[in-house]
């Protein structure tokens, strides 16, 4: 059994949802704006971006491991055996729900998740970040969620 029937590139719901993001921001930039070309440009620079983000990620996985795929420039290649994933977690905010979606975040016990930032008000403070972070159909999430716990 390799594994269920999730397709191993993004959703085009996806490419939608960064879509309506984009329009949102120019919507509210125009008005602030005199120089109506300034916030096409950045749009159409930041779509271009996410186009090509989604044309250069996929995933894969068996019984044992997920292997991510990234990068426009510089890519990247990274795989989580599923003896070492910690937690799963499913995340929906407002955009990602109306059009269906979840972001999958997968965390270990890495020390690679722990970032340190400084700022000027609190001085060095830690963030942590998942190991491995998809964005899939709410069904598809559920299914690679239940699929990994079954085969830690």
């Known amino acids: 059994m390799i594994s269920p029937n999730i397709s191993h590139k993004l959703p085009k719901e996806f490419l939608t949802y960064q879509t309506t993001i984009l329009v949102i921001f120019l919507i509210i930039t125009i008005p602030l704006n005199m120089l109506y070309f300034l916030p096409i440009i950045i749009l159409l620079g930041i779509y271009i971006k996410y186009r090509l983000e989604y044309n250069n990620f996929s995933f894969s996985y068996d019984e044992k491991q997920i292997e991510i795929k990234r990068g426009i420039f510089t890519k990247s290649q990274k795989a989580i ?72």
């Open 81 to 152: 055996p599923f003896s070492i994933i910690q937690n799963i977690n499913l995340v929906s905010g407002i955009l990602l729900r109306q059009f269906g979606l979840r972001r999958v975040e997968i965390w270990t016990s890495s020390p690679s998740q722990i970032q340190i930032v400084s700022t000027k008000d609190k001085g060095n403070e830690t963030q942590h970040r998942p190991d491995g972070m998809l964005i899939l159909n709410a069904d598809d999430a559920k299914l690679l969620q239940k699929f990994i716990i079954d085969h830690k």
